[in-house]
């Protein structure tokens, strides 16, 4: 939501109030649509930035000869140049997966405060996944699946029948919509999300509006079901002239089973003072507060009871144990999996051919607009059906949860499949070891 500078003269000034006074009353602008303004055509003519001075200065480029200041930039096809070479599914996903191990230990926690912030706790993760450049944006009906096969922290050997399953889907190009679910049956969680993330040119930022909608589920011992979602979310704000990427917001985190709240506040930084990636969180019982939580989401979260006084670390991002994700060998993909759709940009950014990546990444959302066309020449009124989620009506409108329901398997198949190095960097696309089975025990 945009901030008014002038209704509220004891607000501090960010730079989302100065670009959002800039841009009142043109949100019904957009992108430039004249011919032969194609964003991967630039990649023909511009040089390839070596760094990243270079990249910000191809950057402002694109901008000045492309986009217009309330511009959806959902409906530009960005330059291969200023994306990351794995899916948006892929890398939501694989950042779910990772930490997933954190909500396995929450059903055997006995007492309510302390299993609301092993919850809270996995949560927060969500924020070590932004991204300095743009994951693609997943083609209709794309897929990405995965596992986790759990190990022993003190052996670290597998742990029998510990599994959990990943599936993500595109189920709406535009909008873009994504849908998410993973689920252990050994522990008994389940996760379900649906994801609209829409940037929008504000002129000195590019504001990505977040819709999302998360809900996680536990069943206890003896059959008691808890459920932990988010009323709204945050928004990032990309700052153009820093070149620095950032959330701002606060929403809240609630488990109305247990009456615990958290109030998460994503704190903006001031022009003058202030940092980045200022933190506050508020654990509540009820309207009575109990624990603090600030810090920065890149760095170190401290929690402070607030009854007795005592503090410690909630989350330190940089040591945050990862387990790693296992995929099917790339041969036995669908041809609808995100590996398979983006193997021509993955390589191109792999042999550092950005005009390969933009030819590939433009020949694909090509097709994608082909596609459509046909499909809406058969039937006017075509509405694509989702694989693997189900839209679920019986959900009042101003619902928070998730309106899909993800379709599990019967028996959910455990085919040969391979480690992905969840040690890398999610900035760089992660290498698929093929050459490593690995036994679902």
Known sequence: MSTKVASNKEASLTEDSVSDLSSDGVEAEGVDQTENSGADAMIDSEPEPATEAGVMKQAFGFIKNHLKVGADMTKLPIPATFVQPISFLTAIQQQSAIFSHLLTSAPYIKEDDQRFLQVLKYHLTWPKMYFPK????PILGEVYECQVQHTDEKTNEPIQ?????FTAEQIS???PISCFNFYNDKHKIRFDS??????????????????VKTCITLEREGGVTETYFNDKFTEGYLRLLRWKFEFTGKYSFVCPETGYSAVINFKDKPIIGGKWHDLQITVSKGTEPIYDIH???VDILTITNLKD??????????????????????????????????????????????RKAG??????????????KANLAKDPNFVHKPHYFLHNPNLPADCVKPDYIFKKPVEPSTPNLSKV??????????????????SAN
């Not at 398979?340 to 191109?348: F, I, L, T, Y």
């Not at 030819?359 to 459509?372: G, P, T």
């Not at 190095?421 to 690995?438: F, G, L, M, R």
Request: with cysteine; proline share 7%; glycine share 4%.
């Open 161 to 165: 029948d510990d599994i959990t399953h």
């Open 295 to 297: 810090g920065t989401h």
């Open 421 to 438: 190095d969840s040690s890398a960097k999610i900035e760089n696309p992660i290498p698929v070891d093929n050459s490593i089975p690995q």
């Open 134 to 137: 743009n994951p693609l944006n």
């Open 309 to 354: 006084k005592t503090s410690g670390v909630f989350i330190n991002y940089n040591t945050m144990r990862s387990e790693p994700v296992i995929e099917e060998p790339f041969d036995q993909l669908k041809e609808n999996a995100s590996q398979k759709v983006w193997k021509g940009v993955a390589e191109g950014f792999a042999k550092k051919d950005s």
């Open 173 to 175: 190009h535009h909008p």
């Open 359 to 372: 030819l590939e990444k433009q020949k694909i959302e090509d097709i994608q607009r082909k596609k459509a």
């Open 194 to 211: 649906k994801q609209q993330i829409t940037p929008v040119f504000k002129g000195k930022c590019i504001r990505v509006n977040m819709d």
